[in-house]
């Protein structure tokens, strides 16, 4: 595996403020790196720091092997950034956009002609080429950002908060084509996000960033088996009865147990494994009619709660 993006030991102070913490972060060749924290997180100074754009404090940084605090115009060449608000020229169609830019990279206005249909083809925008970019949806005009940062043929592409503002379905069809970009054209991508869902739904890996901080860092599984390794466990229950009532039961039997219902169903969070104590209690003891008694896979929301709220209430899906 070659190694695309390294970060080592980097810390980012402004003044009294510490934005990046000791990060260390390698991303693979082709990967989809999902960069996921909460506002604040220090996700775009990290974005910045890759680009050239600040320098650490301490540590270092390499793109391909290039320090963008030294060679920031090499880094340039083979990053293309996308961020969250893509600046595009209103007054000219998305085809004279991206022909404006091919232009500026040297290419002839033929070749900047074929480059465009086939970027607007690829992001999905040939139906609208000669429309003008300011009656663009917001979607839209990420997508013909896309398309822009595409023309240098970049092998990294780097997205900052790239759905900021989107609507849903937007949101799809965009991380359709971040997916099909990294499958096709083997391009590595980084986006940061504070959408969890949509980082879990096109990330090979995803990083929860909190405070300056990596928290937690691999595949869904790697992130599951790292609190699981907390030892908590959860159990989804289903009685004929209503869970509110099962919920007091179990509480008054074991106050210390953690419960909640969601959506009519009981969960139960223990530090314990259950080897079938709660379902012996429930039909001996509470005389329940039980349907169902299952453990729970934890979802990235789980755990992405758990890391955002820093305690160790896992399990508790209210609120
Ligand atoms: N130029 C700056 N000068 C001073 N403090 C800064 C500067 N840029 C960022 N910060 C601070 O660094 C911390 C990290 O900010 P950063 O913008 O990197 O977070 P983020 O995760 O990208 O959040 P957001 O999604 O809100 O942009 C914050 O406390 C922020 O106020």
Request: proline share 3%; glycine share 10%.
């Amino acid at each position: 595996m070659t190694k695309v993006i390294e970060i080592t030991n980097v810390v980012k102070k402004y003044k009294e403020v510490t934005a990046v913490n000791q990060l260390n972060l390698t991303i693979q060749k082709g990967e989809i790196y999902g960069l996921l924290g909460p506002n604040g997180a220090g996700k775009s100074t990290t974005i910045f720091m890759l680009l050239g754009l600040t320098e650490p404090t301490e540590g270092e940084l390499f793109i391909e092997g290039i320090s963008p605090t030294k060679r920031p115009i090499e880094v340039k060449k083979k990053v293309g950034f996308l961020p969250d608000h893509v600046g595009v020229y209103e007054d000219l169609s998305g085809f004279e956009n991206i022909i404006l830019t091919a232009r500026l990279n040297g290419f002839t206005r033929k070749e900047a002609e074929l480059k465009a249909d086939e970027l607007l083809q690829q992001v999905g925008l040939s139906h609208a080429k000669h429309k003008k970019a300011g009656k663009y949806s917001r979607g839209m005009k990420q997508r013909l950002g896309l398309a822009d940062t595409l023309i240098k043929e970049p092998s990294i592409v780097i997205m900052d908060e790239p759905t900021l503002g989107i609507d849903p379905k937007g949101i799809q069809e965009f991380l359709q084509m971040i997916k099909e970009l990294s499958v096709e054209k083997g391009i590595t991508i980084l986006l940061s996000s504070h959408h969890l869902h949509q980082v879990q739904q096109i990330c090979d890996r995803v990083g929860i960033f909190v405070k300056g901080e990596l928290l937690a860092e691999g595949d869904l599984d790697t992130l599951q088996q790292q609190l699981l390794d907390k030892h908590t466990f959860q159990y989804e229950i289903d009685t004929k009865e209503s869970s509110d009532r099962v919920e007091s039961f179990l509480q008054t039997k074991y106050p210390k147990l953690r419960t909640s219902v969601y959506e009519g169903k009981l969960h139960v969070t223990t530090k314990q494994k259950d080897n079938g104590n709660l379902v012996k209690t429930l039909i001996n003891d509470g005389g329940f009619h039980l349907l169902s008694f299952r453990p729970m896979s934890y979802g990235l929301d789980d755990i992405y709660q758990q890391y955002f709220q820093g305690g160790d209430d896992l399990g508790s899906r209210e609120g």
